[in-house]
């Protein structure tokens, strides 16, 4: 809980003019009587503003227990009869009414969260009205040349080194495939920021967001990697960012590493291509090409190669894995053929007490049982 406190905490109070923004966007777009979908609703803030901007009604919908921080904020404020509380990820969700407009605030440091861009496609396609708005617009991605040594040392070289005779130099290569989050200062990029790709959420058919741009690096220095940050466009001319220097939020950038370090010229030729898969997978690719000699440099990094995949994650994945059931596997069956609508939950407890103290302990079989009844009506 403390970790959601926090990250609400900075929302709801330390975002820069990011609240200022969506109020402003919202009163734009939502008209009196509109029925609103706060996608991702958080503390349900934004559920608030929605109905101050005139929503009739808002579906607050939420996947994470931070709706527990909506029903207390939300409980005793004049709007809290014209907003309904949906804990569930919106996928799974059908509403009474279709939307005329869904709001949501799922962006990550360089684009959307991971699976942000199809829960709004989702979300479009069945919850919302024909002809109904969403709100971001459209999001573009950003990149800059960054010279970030402070950021390289701690997200990157740091496995170089070697703790108490280890070392870590084997884990280097996650660290380097990694998107870090970091916060840079216009004069850590050695170009100014040029838009790669973006996406316009009421059009967009796809996942996959991608994009190539060829830059001049305009200072020397020494290139560490790419910054990344994106303007969205929330509603007409109401925008918000979070590349270095631009006070309309307070969000951290993406730090997107080079496996080496390279010394660059003013003049020097940069070639970047950006491709991004619903904020789950990036890949960025850099040639850097030096005006005096010619000579090229390239890297390809990609997410994929910073993932730790367990032997035993990777034999699952093989088309030719034949799965058996564990002894808890068998339990769950079995205590999920015990659920007709009819047995209790203390029924269902004394059951799995009584079955499984052979193959599991009291407390995982407590444990099983909420995960099991997480899944019931
Ligand atoms: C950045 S927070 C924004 C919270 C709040 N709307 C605000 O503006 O302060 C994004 C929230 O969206 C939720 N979320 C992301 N994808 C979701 C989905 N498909 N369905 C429901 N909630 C989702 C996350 O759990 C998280 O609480």
């Not at 660059?264 to 070639?271: M, Y």
């Not at 799965?323 to 079995?334: A, C, K, V, W």
């Amino acid at each position: 809980m403390t970790t959601l406190l926090e990250f609400h905490a900075f929302l709801l109070s330390n975002t820069g003019t990011r609240l200022e923004r969506f109020a402003r966007a919202m009163a734009a777009v939502i008209r009196p009587g509109d029925v609103v979908l706060d996608l991702g609703a958080g503390s349900g803030i934004l559920s608030i503003l929605a109905c101050r901007a005139g929503a009739r009604r808002v579906y607050a919908v939420e996947q994470s227990d931070s709706v527990t921080l909506a029903e207390h904020l939300l409980a005793g404020t004049p709007e809290r009869d014209r907003i309904d509380i949906i804990h569930a990820p919106s996928f799974d969700i059908t509403l009474p009414e279709a939307a005329d407009v869904i709001v949501a605030d799922v962006h990550s440091i360089f684009g959307l969260q991971e699976r942000g861009l199809s829960a709004m496609l989702d979300a479009r396609a069945r919850l919302l009205k024909a002809g109904g708005q969403v709100l971001p617009a459209r999001i573009e991605l950003h990149v800059a040349p960054a010279e970030a040594p402070d950021v390289y040392m701690t997200k990157v070289d740091h496995w170089r080194g070697a703790t108490h005779g280890v070392s870590l130099e084997p884990v280097r290569t996650l660290a380097v495939n990694n998107v870090h989050s970091a916060r840079l200062t216009p004069p850590q990029l050695l170009a100014a920021p040029v838009a790669i790709c973006s996406v316009d959420i009421l059009r967009a058919s796809g996942l996959h967001l991608g994009g190539r741009v060829q830059m001049e690096v305009a200072r020397a220095g020494t290139l560490h990697g790419l910054c990344g940050g994106m303007v969205t466009t929330l509603a007409d001319r109401v925008e918000i960012s979070n590349l270095p220097g631009d006070a309309s939020s307070n969000f951290a950038h993406a730090f997107l590493p080079l496996d080496t370090p390279v010394p660059v010229a003013a003049g020097d030729a940069l070639d970047i291509q950006i491709d991004a898969y619903d904020g789950d997978e990036m890949r960025w690719q850099v040639a850097v090409t030096s005006a005096a000699s010619g000579a090229t440099r390239r890297f390809a990094h990609s997410t994929f190669l910073s993932r730790v995949f367990s032997r035993d994650e990777l034999r699952k994945r093989d088309p030719a894995y034949t799965p058996t059931l564990t002894p808890q596997g068998r339990l769950e069956r079995d205590l999920l053929q015990r659920i007709d609508g009819g047995t209790t939950r203390a029924a269902l407890e004394e059951w799995l007490m009584a079955e499984g103290g052979g193959a599991l302990t009291r407390e995982r079989l407590a444990e099983l049982l909420v995960t099991t009844l997480a899944r019931c009506g």
